[in-house]
């Protein structure tokens, strides 16, 4: 079995993964553009963590960054 095959076979579960994670970046990004407060850290430090540290990225931005609206 080589890789094209092993992908194939995981892709049904992979798929919804890719999309939960494509839909918690964009909406923890448009929150971090449009919101001057945060808890911790600034708007510069929360854009590179959502955008790079993967789903664990916009859950944590949720949890202990998003600041009183």
Known sequence: ??????LIE???FLIPLIILEVVLA???LIHVLKHPNYR??????????VLFVQIIGPVLYFTIGRGDD
């Open 10 to 12: 995981y892709l049904p």
């Open 26 to 28: 964009i909406t923890a």
């Open 1 to 6: 079995m080589n890789n094209v095959d092993l």
């Open 40 to 49: 911790f850290g600034n708007k510069i430090m929360w854009v590179i963590i």
